[in-house]
């Protein structure tokens, strides 16, 4: 069982940036592909980025394309999230989670997760 711990959140202003971070602790981050999912008030958890194991493969929401990047360190047991452009829209609770490496493809439904961290939340502002 992997333990998850999401950290970089915070209050930016429209057009800012954010590095959002999940580090992972029990198990190794390289057993598991691993996603950011994102939940504003009153709405459904939403599917953020993805990427496969070994990082050779990532998958976007059509929202985030061209502003956000999911990366992996496996050496170092962390997942980020780097948030270009942010806009106001963007605020919301952020989560990493973890699904089996076997997988095929990149993971975009919450119910392909096993694992889930607390949450980091983000504001911005206009």
């Known amino acids: 069982q992997v333990q998850l711990v999401e950290s970089g959140g915070g209050s930016v202003q429209a057009g800012g940036s954010l590095r959002l971070s999940c580090a992972a602790s029990?198990?190794?981050?390289?057993?598991?592909?691993m996603g950011w999912f994102r939940q504003a008030p009153g709405k459904e958890r939403e599917f953020v980025a993805a990427?496969?194991?070994?990082?050779?493969?990532?998958g976007y929401a059509d929202f985030v394309k061209g502003r956000f990047t999911i990366s992996r360190d496996n050496a170092k047991n962390t997942l980020y999230l780097q948030m270009n452009s942010l806009k106001p829209e963007d605020t919301a609770v952020y989560y990493c989670?973890?699904?089996?490496?076997?997988?095929?493809?990149?993971?975009?439904?919450?119910?392909?997760?096993?694992?889930w961290g607390q949450g980091t939340p983000v504001t911005v502002s206009s």
């Open positions: 990427i496969t194991w070994r990082g050779g493969s990532t």
């Open positions: 989670a973890a699904a089996p490496r076997s997988i095929v493809g990149v993971p975009t439904l919450p119910s392909t997760y096993d694992f």
């Open positions: 029990g198990r190794t981050l390289s057993n598991y592909a």
